[in-house]
């Protein structure tokens, strides 16, 4: 039974059952049922700890990283001693950006409002692609997320 004012979720590793804070969930904390869930859920290969620590949007169908996420709000993963993007890691490890020199791009940020950065999280390979960086520009300038012209 959970105590008063928390909320009853799954927990990111084993999916038991546990009841969290909302200011830890608020924050970001709260995902792990147990410290020793919290270790096994961090730990693994970069693969695994990406597909542990995601949700589901409904609504737009993004995958949403749940783990790391740097200033600019992209999900990042450590991975030979280096932090990567999720999606730029995920584009990779598909075989969506071939030549590492390309950017990756989210179609799914149209589903979004200009000033709503969220997402940036997404990682789903059906809504990446691969584009220069003069492509990159150009969607961002069309779909109004740069605050100067190109």
């Avoid at 737009?60 to 990042?76: A, Q, S, V």
Wanted: with cysteine.
């Amino acid at each position: 039974m959970p105590h008063h004012g928390t909320t009853p979720q799954p927990c990111a590793y084993c999916e038991r059952i546990f009841a969290a804070p909302p200011w830890k969930l608020a924050v970001g904390l709260g995902r792990y049922c147990s410290h020793a869930c919290s270790v096994l859920g961090r730990s693994g290969s970069p693969l695994q700890r990406v597909l542990l620590n995601f949700h589901v949007d409904p609504e737009r169908g993004c995958w949403m990283f749940d783990g790391h996420l740097n200033r600019h709000g992209y999900g990042y993963v450590s991975c030979d001693g280096h932090a990567q993007l999720v999606h730029r890691f995920i584009a990779q490890r598909l075989a969506i950006m071939p030549d590492p020199k390309l950017s990756v791009l989210h179609c799914c940020d149209r589903l979004y409002s200009a000033r709503d950065i969220t997402y940036r999280a997404c990682f789903n390979p059906d809504h990446l692609f691969a584009g220069t960086r003069a492509d990159n520009a150009r969607d961002m300038a069309i779909k109004g997320r740069v605050r100067r012209g190109v």
